[in-house]
């Protein structure tokens, strides 16, 4: 009878310590901290654009060929899209994130008409610092379009976790924690890349 009650007494503290491992004690934040690293690749794919974009808005200045009005939209549209931050811990606020998706939209839509207008000047098509700044563009767009879709995946692995038993459990009573945010396309076409194609 000791034995068994030894016995007891030994598994108990095991069962309970599994039983907490198992309520998303550990996994739900190393989730939430996956799904932030990858919000942080977003936006540090998004800033990359918009580096990119003052060097685009200087070629195409020093080749003095395009309307200033085109080139102002474009570094207005740049400046809003900087200055949305959205940290960590504001992704579970859809309209924070709302609001940080429409102001990469609106650079993505300046930095198209950008692109667009330069199709009137086969000199500046011809320039290789617009050349390669073309190039760069187009690859930062591939790589938005990669950490978006990695970012979103991760908060639904998360959004998915704190929703269901057993971690549901210990994300309410010891977390707290809230769904977070994918990011979505705010206008039509907003998600495709501006079109770089010179027809070089």
Known sequence: MTILRQFRLFLLPLL???ALSACGINSVPAAEEVAKAKWADVQAQYQRRANL???????????????????????????????VQVNA?????????????????????????????????????????????????????NRIAVAVRDYNEAVRAYNTRIRTFPDAIGAKIIHGAKPMTPFQATTPGAEEAPKVDFGN
């Open 53 to 83: 974009t003052d060097n685009l808005v200087a070629t195409v200045k020093a080749a003095g060929k395009l309307e200033q009005d085109t080139l102002v939209k474009v570094t207005e549209a740049r400046s809003r899209a900087t200055s």
């Open 89 to 141: 811990t504001d992704l579970s606020d859809p309209a924070k994130v709302q609001q940080f998706q429409q102001a990469q939209a609106q650079l993505s839509q300046g930095i198209g008409r950008l692109i667009a207008s330069v199709e009137a000047y086969p000199e500046l098509k011809a320039n290789e610092n617009f050349k390669d700044l073309q190039s760069q563009l187009e690859g930062t767009e």
């Open 16 to 18: 309970g310590a599994f």
